[in-house]
């Protein structure tokens, strides 16, 4: 017999171990069944995951699971990230806390490198029990990691097949330069603060110009405004003028381009093309010449910036601003300006725009001729190549738009395809070097004006290797397939990219993946370059699906982040409380695709009542056998004998046919939800409760393990437990035990007929509960109905039971209720009950009549508050949603005393 109690602590270990070994993790390459593949989004080797990585987890162990029980040949990757900058970050910091000023000087790369490799696996480790402490049942046999030899070589044979296709190229471009970290950084790596910041105008020759940077402007010499202002009409596209500015007169230019907004500050701005990205391009379309004022560790140069050469930006600003005043060139100064500032998401360090030479991959260079499967099979390559869209000339960009487009990946909710091809519209070209040591290595070398790129360097003395690393998202975004090549493989260098794709079997069987599920704020970081290197390199899409998960959030709404140390819940200390199938439930189910969810103590603690809720119902059903002396194991068939029987077998393959197709679907909360409902209130607070009368352990057997069966993607270790306790001796375990197929319905009006009893002595208890009648009180009832007589008076002994009624009488006539009865109307059934002995219905009456006055004036007192403007927009936040809330509490409490007046 089960213990009373479920713990979480003495269960979950033990079955993840039983699963483990028994290798129900470990897909198959060798079988012919439909392969179903998710790559797991690596985690940073950074430390400890969050609870944004617990709801990744859950999320596709739901789709692995439901995969595997279905028939599918379920193969799901794990792995870690190397992280570069966040890693490197992390690594530096701890050296300076140990003592170090300088790791990088004191160590040199190759020391430094090998410290942080060693942090990185103890993280691994870390990472790797955490997984497991989540139910993740991925393929631990096929775990890799992105800074692995052999993903080192597959980086560097795509870097250079990307090179020799003239798709990455080296050249002075415009970046976003991190100060602080002294790295350049991807645009999709800048975050926006809004910051109030002084809005200068100043005067230049004719003109006026706006700015809130004047430190960059000591090289202007550029005048642009639009062709078609007609303020600016007599001015000429290449007129000069000479006017006096801050280090002196200067020769400026007049240049007209479209790109200028007539309608910002005076329509017309002077350029720093070294230093933003606008003016730049301004810069290349008119040929003009940039000039750098700032230097790379944000102070400003000498000579251009003269007397303030070497001064911090912050520090020269207000200096510039009284310089340009002194010359009577300050016209007036906006004090309440705001605007978005730039700084880096992982060094928080400002951005500032720079010209550098760097690495790029061009995504507007029309160089693809074909999109077709690269490395695959005959009978693969004819297939895929069917879905292929072929083209001519096509650019990363127009690939990236097309397979979108044109179905051969779906966004889940689509309304994230808008967003996706905005960004798809607006892409640049994808800086990918980084000034830091920690990563792949730029797998180019020189020699004087050779230059070599490769996966082996080259022979012959004088070669010196590029310092800079790739982007982390490069090696990442040749995830799903990299992945899937044999290690084994890489080591031998006479083999092609495409020979090693070809002669990868888990390439070949399980490529294109699935699904991709990740949060929804790193659509354009990591999928859509997925999206772009992996059509381009395969040939293939890298999955069919994106299903994008919102962000957990605070119980106030606030965005969980390791800054804000009081916003974070740790999943490590949640399971141990709650288990890791509440923690499991509650960041799945009420979440929606791509839509945001809060987690709080008190949610998971009400997903822990639902997995004891099942335990008691599992603790009933082997009772039940036991007292009748039915052994559950060689339960292998059942019979449906009552109402009840039937009306749950009905219920049974409608939830059946329900849930597979949410999970068929990807609509998790959904299925979760229905799942919820089913056990919760017509399995544990219905059937069992009619099935105390006619008890039937056969069927509560065969429904316990349908239950069990659906419900194990979403919390796997109690229905593991309780499977072994109700399973046939023959069964496997549950994780890889056949989903069950809905029967065709046999008896859909029963389950309208139970539905009605339901619905009766629901309408009873309400009675009941409005009026206070104590819950050990029998009470009179009289149920008035034409056409449902006999099946009231078939379901009597349950009506009574269930109802605590003591005098039940059923009638077709004219029914006059007396004073003392309160009623419930039903369809084709009127429910009366007496209250004559069990309260005073003047003392009632009075009590509930000094409670609505009550309540009216606090009422009053509330919407007075809110409508007072001061108080909504001068009071916190919260503190004002905290009264929107009771004023709601306060009118719905109103609305049921005015309901149980007028009942009485």
Not at 119 to 124: A, I, L, T
Request: proline share 5%.
């Amino acid at each position: 017999m089960l213990p009373k109690a479920y713990e979480p602590g003495s269960t979950e270990d033990r079955i993840y171990h039983m699963w483990e070994e028994s290798g129900a993790f470990t897909a198959n390459v060798k079988s012919s069944r439909e392969p179903f593949v998710i790559s797991m989004p690596p985690p940073n080797a950074t430390g400890q995951l969050h609870i944004g990585h617990a709801a990744r987890m859950s999320v596709e162990d739901i789709f692995i699971r439901f995969a595997r029980m279905q028939g599918k040949e379920a193969l799901w990757v794990p792995g870690t990230d190397h992280a570069a900058i966040a890693t490197e970050n992390v690594v530096i910091k701890k050296l300076k806390d140990g003592g170090m000023k300088d790791p990088r000087k004191e160590l040199g790369r190759d020391k430094l490198v090998a410290k942080i490799a060693e942090f990185v696996e103890q993280s691994q480790g870390t990472i790797r029990s955490q997984i497991r402490k989540m139910g993740s049942s991925c393929d631990w046999s096929r775990e890799r990691y992105t800074f692995e030899p052999a993903l080192n070589r597959i980086v560097n044979e795509v870097f250079k097949k990307m090179y020799d296709g003239g798709l990455i190229y080296r050249g002075h471009r415009i970046v976003n330069w991190d100060p602080k970290l002294q790295t350049t950084v991807s645009d999709d790596e800048v975050e926006y603060i809004e910051e109030k910041a002084p809005f200068f105008t100043f005067q230049y020759g004719p003109f006026e110009i706006s700015t809130s940077r004047p430190e960059t402007k000591f090289g202007d010499k550029y005048v642009v405004m639009h062709p078609d202002d007609k303020r600016y009409k007599k001015y000429k596209d290449g007129e000069t003028f000479e006017c006096e500015w801050i280090n002196g007169k200067v020769r400026a230019t007049i240049i007209k381009d479209e790109v200028v907004d007539p309608a910002f500050g005076t329509g017309v701005m002077t350029i720093t093309p070294w230093h933003d990205t606008a003016d730049f391009d301004i810069a290349e379309r008119h040929g003009l010449e940039k000039e750098q004022v700032i230097g790379f560790d944000g102070k400003l140069l000498a000579p251009i910036a003269g007397e303030f050469a070497g001064m911090k930006i912050e520090d020269a600003r207000p200096l510039i601003v009284e310089k340009l005043k002194s010359k009577g060139l300050l016209v007036k100064t906006d004090e309440n300006y705001v605007h978005n500032k730039a700084v880096s998401q992982r060094g928080k360090g400002t951005i500032e725009p720079q010209i550098k030479l760097q690495w790029f991959v061009d995504v507007n260079k029309e160089v693809i001729s074909t999109f077709a499967p690269v490395g695959a099979t005959a009978d693969k390559q004819s297939s895929r190549s069917k879905k292929a869209k072929k083209t001519t000339a096509m650019s990363l960009k127009q690939i990236m738009h097309a397979v979108v487009h044109h179905g051969d990946i779906t966004i889940i909710p689509d309304r994230f395809g808008k967003t996706y091809f905005h960004w798809i519209d607006n892409l640049r070209d994808w800086c990918i070097s980084r000034q830091i040591w920690w990563g792949h290595r730029v797998p180019v070398w020189y020699r004087g004006e050779e230059i070599h790129t490769g996966a082996v360097a080259p022979e012959g003395a004088g070669w010196e290797q590029d310092s800079d690393t790739l982007d982390t998202w490069f090696s990442s975004s040749l995830w799903t397939w990299s992945t899937l090549i044999d290690p084994k493989l890489t080591k031998d260098f006479s083999l092609s990219l495409e020979e090693m794709l070809k002669q990868s079997p888990d390439y070949q069987k399980f490529h294109p993946t699935s699904v991709l599920e990740t949060a929804y704020d790193i659509l354009f970081f990591w999928v859509a370059r997925m999206i772009l290197m992996t059509t381009y390199v395969t040939g293939q899409v890298p999955f069919k699906t994106v299903y994008l998960s919102g962000l957990i959030r605070t119980r106030d709404g606030k965005k969980m982040s390791k800054s804000d140390p009081e916003t974070v819940i740790d999943p490590l200390d949640v399971i141990p409380k709650y288990g890791a199938d509440a923690l499991r439930l509650s960041l799945t189910l009420g979440q929606g695709a791509g839509a945001d969810s809060r987690l709080y103590d008190e949610k998971i603690a009400g997903y822990r009542n639902f997995v004891n809720k099942l335990w008691n119902a599992s603790r009933f059903v082997l009772m039940q056998c036991e007292t009748i002396g039915v052994n559950p194991h060689t339960v292998t068939t059942y019979e449906v004998k009552s109402l009840a029987d039937k009306a749950l077998h009905t219920a049974l393959q409608r939830v059946i046919r329900d849930v597979t197709k949410c999970l068929e679907e990807y609509r998790l909360s959904e299925a979760g939800e229905r799942l919820y409902g089913f056990v919760w209130d017509y399995f544990c607070d219905w059937y069992l409760e009619l099935s105390k009368g006619e008890p039937n352990p056969e069927l509560l057997v065969h429904s316990l393990r349908t239950i069990l069966t659906l419900l194990h993607p979403f919390c796997p270790f109690v229905t593991e437990k309780l499977w072994e306790e109700v399973k046939q001796s023959t069964d496997p375990m549950l994780i890889v035990q056949p989903w069950p197929f809905a029967e065709d319905e046999k008896f859909p009006e029963e389950h309208v007929y139970l539905q009605t009893i339901i619905g009766v002595i629901t309408a009873i208890r309400k009675l009941r509960s409005d009026h206070d009648v104590e819950h050990g009180k029998d009470v009179s009832v009289t149920l008035v109905t034409k056409e449902w007589v006999p099946l009231l008076e078939s379901q009597e002994s349950h009506i009574r039971r269930m109802a605590k009624v003591e005098s039940l009488m059923i009638t077709t006539g004219k029914f006059k209720p007396a004073k003392d009865m309160v009623s419930a109307f039903l369809p084709g059934i009127e429910v009366h009950l007496s209250l004559a002995g069990l309260i005073d219905l003047e003392k009632e009456r009075g009590n509930l009549t000094k409670e609505k006055g009550e309540l009216q004036k606090y009422i009053a007192g509330i919407g007075s508050k809110l409508q007072n403007k001061n108080f909504v927009e001068r009071a916190a936040q919260n503190v004002v949603e905290l009264e929107r809330g009771k004023l709601k509490e306060a009118e719905e409490k109103l609305q049921k005393i005015e309901q149980r007046l007028k009942s009485l």
